[in-house]
């Protein structure tokens, strides 16, 4: 590779890892920085370079104060953008701390050497969440192209229990399932599966399979245990369970209290359907999995949320919450 070559490709890397509108580089220094990379450079040829990375689309600019020199002014990501990135794999509990040191280096070259630096000086990760499964990028690569060709996966899948000398024991076993949608709720990645045992969905946890295998066994269609047909839609699916609990979806009427309503609009989207309205409380129609997960979110919310209708989910209701006051109450 000739020296032109050699110092247009250094030049383009010098920009985007060295400058920014707090760090700029007058022509003496860059100069000065690709001598001592070995490679020479007049000034002449370099505002020419600078000329034509300009027209290959960088935003450099020439600016006289509050000091004389060139900078890179705009980027792929700004820095915000690079910082909500850098939180959501800092904060995914899925994401091994290994693999998330490394995600966040990667995540962090989008900006210049100083921004990444004090980005990554305010980033805090909380390793005691962190699970250790360090198959976790070979196990979704796995997924996301059986999904794709539409073929069964076979995977070990762990979960723990109480051992008789009562110490948490880890159990494994060994699953064949059609997949469906990779979905993060709560904190976790999950795989929407099918069980060929069962007329219904499954939820597994990526972070607790191991020894993904995509097998050639076409999968069983999702239409057969599911209400969707051409097309499996994981975001409305994800916007009806609660917690990743699966059960049936029915249409639930709620009397909630009227300071509820941002959160059942956030809960559960603008399309709920409000019957009617007064000065203390609103009644909305809803979809929803009433399973384990929509009972809970119930109770947590004593008398500011009521279930009203379907009469045998408030049977179930009344049930749950009757044997919450046993178990407080006076023994």
Request: with cysteine.
């Given at each position: 590779?000739?020296?032109?070559?050699?110092?247009?490709?250094?030049?383009?890397?010098?920009?985007?890892?060295?400058?920014?509108?707090?760090?700029?580089?007058?022509?003496?220094?860059?100069?000065?920085?690709?001598?001592?990379?070995?490679?020479?450079?007049?000034?002449?040829?370099?505002?020419?370079?600078?000329?034509?990375?300009?027209?290959?689309?960088?935003?450099?600019?020439?600016?006289?104060?509050?000091?004389?020199?060139?900078?890179?002014?705009?980027?792929?990501?700004?820095?915000?953008?690079?910082?909500?990135?850098?939180?959501a794999v800092s904060a995914a509990k899925f994401i091994t701390v290994k693999k998330t040191d490394a995600l966040v280096n990667k995540i962090s070259s989008l900006l210049s050497e100083p921004q990444a630096k004090k980005l990554k000086s305010?980033?805090?990760?909380?390793?005691?969440?962190?699970?250790?499964?360090?198959?976790?990028?070979?196990?979704?690569?796995?997924?996301?192209?059986?999904?794709?060709?539409?073929?069964?996966?076979?995977?070990?899948?762990?979960?723990?229990?109480?051992?008789?000398?009562?110490?948490?024991?880890?159990?494994?076993?060994?699953?064949?399932?059609?997949?469906?949608?990779?979905?993060?709720?709560?904190?976790?990645?999950?795989?929407?599966?099918?069980?060929?045992?069962?007329?219904?969905?499954?939820?597994?946890?990526?972070?607790?399979?191991?020894?993904?295998?995509?097998?050639?066994?076409?999968?069983?269609?999702?239409?057969?245990?599911?209400?969707?047909?051409?097309?499996?839609?994981?975001?409305?699916?994800?916007?009806?369970?609660?917690?990743?609990?699966?059960?049936?979806?029915?249409?639930?009427?709620?009397?909630?209290?009227?300071?509820?309503?941002?959160?059942?609009?956030?809960?559960?989207?603008?399309?709920?359907?409000?019957?009617?309205?007064?000065?203390?409380?609103?009644?909305?129609?809803?979809?929803?999995?009433?399973?384990?997960?929509?009972?809970?979110?119930?109770?947590?919310?004593?008398?500011?949320?009521?279930?009203?209708?379907?009469?045998?989910?408030?049977?179930?209701?009344a049930q749950r919450a009757a044997d919450v006051a046993s178990l407080y109450g006076n023994k």
């Amino acid at each position: 590779m000739n020296n032109g070559k050699r110092r247009l490709i250094a030049l383009a890397d010098f920009f985007k890892t060295k400058t920014d509108e707090e760090h700029i580089y007058s022509a003496s220094q860059i100069i000065e920085y690709l001598l001592e990379n070995g490679i020479e450079a007049e000034r002449k040829a370099l505002y020419s370079d600078i000329d034509a990375l300009k027209l290959a689309g960088y935003d450099i600019v020439s600016t006289r104060s509050p000091k004389a020199g060139f900078f890179l002014a705009s980027r792929d990501f700004e820095e915000a953008e690079v910082r909500l990135m850098i939180d959501a794999v800092s904060a995914a509990k899925f994401i091994t701390v290994k693999k998330t040191d490394a995600l966040v280096n990667k995540i962090s070259s989008l900006l210049s050497e100083p921004q990444a630096k004090k980005l990554k000086s305010q980033v805090y990760v909380d390793k005691g969440h962190k699970r250790k499964n360090e198959e976790i990028y070979y196990t979704i690569d796995t997924l996301h192209n059986a999904i794709a060709k539409r073929q069964k996966v076979k995977f070990v899948y762990s979960n723990l229990s109480v051992s008789d000398d009562l110490k948490p024991v880890l159990n494994e076993r060994e699953f064949t399932v059609s997949p469906y949608a990779l979905i993060w709720s709560n904190d976790h990645y999950y795989l929407v599966c099918n069980n060929a045992n069962y007329d219904n969905l499954m939820h597994a946890r990526i972070d607790r399979m191991k020894s993904v295998t995509c097998t050639n066994e076409s999968w069983r269609h999702f239409s057969e245990v599911c209400d969707y047909k051409d097309s499996f839609d994981s975001a409305d699916y994800a916007g009806k369970l609660f917690n990743m609990f699966s059960g049936t979806v029915q249409t639930v009427t709620l009397r909630c209290a009227n300071r509820f309503l941002e959160e059942i609009v956030e809960r559960f989207g603008e399309n709920i359907r409000i019957s009617s309205r007064n000065a203390d409380n609103f009644t909305a129609e809803i979809n929803v999995v009433t399973g384990e997960g929509f009972l809970s979110w119930l109770l947590q919310h004593g008398n500011s949320v009521e279930l009203l209708r379907p009469a045998q989910l408030r049977a179930v209701v009344a049930q749950r919450a009757a044997d919450v006051a046993s178990l407080y109450g006076n023994k």
